[in-house]
Every structure is written in C-alpha cells, then in structure tokens.
C-alpha cells in the first residue's frame, strides 16, 4: 500500500516590525473640511529685557566750607527781590524744561519726545534742606547745558523753606528752559484763599508759620509765586527711554479700563496718582483706596500700568519718585527687573516726623542714564554742618508727664 508524501512546511510569517502601518483614516462628515493637524502653539513673547541699575556714586569732595557759607539764610535773603522778579518774568514767558513738550498749556502728564545726552539731575523731596539743594548744584556744577528736575516737595517739615524757595526761583531765571518742578503732595496742598494761607495736607507748618508771620513780605511774596508755580508744574514726565518720573506713583489699576478707552493722562484722579500714591516695598498688589489719596501700590501693579502706556504710545519700563523718605536716602525697588523703581530724597536731616535712624544723613541726587535707572549720588555732607544748620531737637522730657500719670 502506497503512502502519500507529507505537505511542504508553510512559509515564515512577515515579522511585525519590518512592517511601517499605514497612516490611520480619520472619518469627517461629507461634504465637510477635510480633517486638519492642530496648528502649532504660537511662540512665547520673548521677555523684556532687564532694565540696569548703575553702581551708586560716593561724593565726598565738594567745597563744604563754600556750602556753608551758600547755605547761610542772610545771603540768599539779601537776593530775594531779583530772585522773585526774575522767575516771575520767566514763568510768564513759558520758560520751564519741558513746557515745549505739553500737548497744551494745562497738560500735567507730559510726554517727550525726544531727549539729548546733556546732563539731567534728579533732585528729591527738600522740605526745606536748603544746605542739600546747594550740595545738589555743587555737583551739578556751572555746566550750562546741565538740567535739573525737582521731584516735588519744596517746603514743610521745618528747615528753611523760604530760603529754598528763593534758591530755586534764581535757578529758574538763571537757567531758562533748564529746570523743571514736578509737583509733590505738599507743594499741590498749598493754597491761598486771598485772606491766609492753607494746606490740605499733614505736616503743613509752612502755612502755619506763614499766618503766624503777615509782617514778612518777602515770604509771603514767594509762597504766592512757589502756588503759581506747583499749579502748572507737570505732576508726570514721559521720557523717551521708557524712564517715568513722578513724585509719587502713576494711576492705579481702578483707571486703566477708562485709560485704555480715552487715553487721558491728565484725568484729575489720574494726576492724584502721580502724586499722591506710594510704593509698598514688598507687595505684588494693592487694591486702591479712593478714600485716601496716600493709597499703596505693588511691583505687579506698576508692570501692569507700564503695559497699558505701551499699549497707550508711551512706552514706560522703569520710574524715578521721592516721596518715601527712606532711612538711606535712597532705595532700589525691584532691582534686576525689566521694571525697577528708584525712590531718592535730598533730606539730610532726620525730619520731625521720622522716629528712628541718625541726625545727620547722607542726601542723594541721581542722574539720567539713558535705558538705565538715574544713578544714585551720595552727597556726603559734614554732619557737623547738618547739625549748625538745622540743631538736632533735644530729647522729650517724659518727667512731668511720668509725675502727673502717677497722680
């Protein structure tokens, strides 16, 4: 019996591997748009960049001995009526640094255009420092082309605020079209109602000490002209590099909304803003407070109105203020930052109200550094001339209010 042969093996399978699958059919609806890939992600903006901080300028040099005696009351007294005189014939022929720039003669919030590299000082709260505002011109020196901004102010707290007043109306008249005010809280609370002085602000000795005193007409003369000039001083400048100066802050988050709407700049709560408001030195954000034009703001708040002013044509990155009186004199708020903030003073005394800290202090001035933040200048003035110009206060007597709280 015959036997069949057995079948021929099968052939190998085809490894999986070796195989590329075919790409998967998406189904879509007839007569619909083919199906797409999803777009790719748009490209993260790239950061701003961080705005420098120069290194801090130690002045130790000046003539100290020429400052005291610049320093000294009867002498600028003795050049009150050609002080006065001048800086009203220049206020009356538009001579201040910048009034070309105003859209219109009651723009406050004024944006330049453009800017050369000749020298700009900035010169913080005085409060009547009349020895740290001639430090500040020693500096600054006769260069011609030199301008100065004073960062609002001028008076309150003692010192010698008429002195500094008239020091300031010489600078305006011998400097035509190279000193600019922006106005500080305590220069915009000062008014006079036709009869006295008055002040809608804390401390307001000057108005007081102007009303206990009708037979100085001198001082009374320069008050009324140091009103004309707060009222038309800028309360913001808009430089070209991104630098915002004011003496306060800038309009906080409540008034973007109408900001971005109209773009008015010079909207009366915003100019409060400018002023009035402070930077808080660690919070990211602060509500407003329309209760109080003193009210707080944070980093965050500044990087987003520096935002909205791009989106508004006046790029902002970085601000130069007074009005904190810092123990230093000066402070670097957010540094290493695309958006630092400098706070600098001219005070180089421990003012009435500061509790803490040495008599004497170190005053600062800064000066423009286009793209930077202005640099920090520490004017090293004697201590023992602070002292003969302004007598350190002695301490508080607590005896009899001790005797009497025991009875």
Not at 200 to 213: C, G, K, Q
Not at 268 to 284: G, I
């Amino acid at each position: 019996m015959r036997s069949d042969p057995p079948p021929p093996p099968p052939e190998p399978l085809a490894r999986t591997t070796d195989v590329t699958p075919p790409e998967p059919v998406r189904a879509h609806v007839l007569g619909g748009p083919p199906p797409s890939r999803p777009a790719d992600p748009p490209p993260a903006p790239p950061a701003p960049p961080i705005v420098d901080v120069p290194p801090v300028v130690e002045v130790e040099t000046l003539d100290w001995d020429a400052l005291r005696r610049a320093a000294a009351d009867a002498a600028v007294r003795a050049r009150a009526d050609a002080a006065l005189g001048a800086c009203e014939a220049t206020l009356d022929a538009g001579g201040l640094l910048f009034d070309a720039d105003r859209a219109s003669p009651d723009d406050r919030a004024v944006h330049v255009r453009a800017l050369d590299d000749a020298p700009l000082w900035f010169v913080g709260d005085l409060h009547g420092d009349l020895l740290a505002l001639e430090a500040a011109l020693a500096l600054v020196g006769d260069d011609a082309s030199a301008r100065l901004v004073l960062l609002g102010d001028l008076w309150d707290d003692g010192g010698h605020p008429v002195e500094v007043l008239l020091r300031v109306f010489e600078l305006v008249a011998e400097r035509p079209g190279r000193v600019c005010l922006v106005a500080g809280n305590h220069d915009e609370a000062l008014r006079w109602t036709g009869e006295r002085f008055a002040a809608s602000v804390s401390p307001s000795d000057f108005a007081e000490w102007l009303d206990a005193h009708p037979e100085d007409a001198t001082a009374r003369r320069a008050a009324r002209l140091a009103i004309r000039l707060a009222e038309r001083a800028p309360r913001a400048l808009f430089l070209p590099d991104g630098l915002l100066v004011a003496h306060g802050g800038f309009p906080l988050v409540d008034l973007h909304a109408e900001l971005e709407a109209g773009g008015d700049f010079n909207d009366p709560r915003a100019l409060a803003d400018f002023v009035w408001t402070r930077a808080h030195p660690k919070a990211r954000r602060k509500l407003p407070n329309r209760a109080s034009r003193g009210s707080q703001w944070g980093h965050e708040d500044f990087a987003d109105f520096c935002a909205l002013a791009a989106r508004l044509g006046r790029p902002v990155t970085h601000m130069v203020r007074g009005h904190d009186h810092v123990e230093e004199r000066w402070a670097v708020y957010r540094a290493g930052t695309p958006h630092p903030v400098l706070t600098t003073v001219a005070l180089s005394r421990r003012l009435p109200r500061e509790a803490f800290g040495p008599y004497a202090r170190v005053p600062t001035v800064a000066r423009w550094v286009r793209g930077a933040l202005p640099q920090v200048h520490r004017l090293h003035v004697p201590a023992d001339a602070v002292r003969a110009l302004y007598p350190e206060p002695p301490p508080e007597d607590d005896t009899e209010g001790a005797a009497e709280g025991g009875a």
